[in-house]
């Protein structure tokens, strides 16, 4: 909110790390970008949790592929905004989900997620080391449950169109769960 554009900077002079709120379907607003710019300036490196999950489940109906492409949409628009104003000497601060620094969730029911927890749930189950599971989860990876393979395209080969990673093993049992709770 613009009324504690002051209280932001004067917080960030005494803070860690700052932890930047977006909504899913409003993306980065101007105040966000603001509170961006003035994390920069003071050199604190920002953890982002795209919000407002409930809305894209139970609202606008989203399949899990269209809500990936809301989640990459608004990371984006937050990096363009990090790499922007941020310093040299921060090094590589690009909030990406395999690299923990994504949270995705709903503030207003109370829940959250990273990727950690699913590759580390995940990576006993398919006997993979939790960083290569991080890596898996986001971006273009696909799991063809048929042949047991990872695939980097989205068909298998067959020519059959596979799920995306992130949408199988972690989005689809999000969406049955909460619109069981809803139901």
Not at 100 to 110: I, L
Not at 115 to 128: D, M, Q, T, V
Not at 138 to 165: E, F, I, Q
């Amino acid at each position: 909110h613009v009324d504690f554009s002051s209280e932001v900077t004067a917080a960030l002079r005494v803070t860690d790390g700052a932890l930047v709120v977006v909504d899913t379907v409003e993306g980065v607003s101007v105040q966000t970008e603001t509170v961006l710019r003035q994390a920069m300036q003071e050199k604190i490196r920002p953890v982002l949790m795209v919000n407002k999950i409930d809305r894209s489940i139970l609202e606008l109906k989203l399949d899990g592929e269209a809500m990936y492409q809301s989640f990459l949409r608004v990371i984006d628009m937050a990096n363009v905004v990090i790499e922007t104003y941020k310093s040299e000497d921060m090094g590589e601060i690009q909030c990406n989900p395999s690299h923990g620094n994504v949270a995705f969730g709903s503030g207003k029911d109370q829940w959250a997620f990273t990727l950690n927890k699913f590759a580390r749930l995940y990576s006993k189950k398919f006997g993979i080391s939790f960083e290569k599971m991080m890596e898996k989860f986001w971006g273009d990876n696909y799991y063809d449950a048929k042949s047991k393979v990872w695939r980097t395209d989205d068909r298998d080969k067959d020519g059959n169109p596979l799920k995306r990673a992130f949408v199988m093993f972690i989005i689809e049992p999000i969406v049955k769960i909460s619109r069981a709770c809803i139901e």
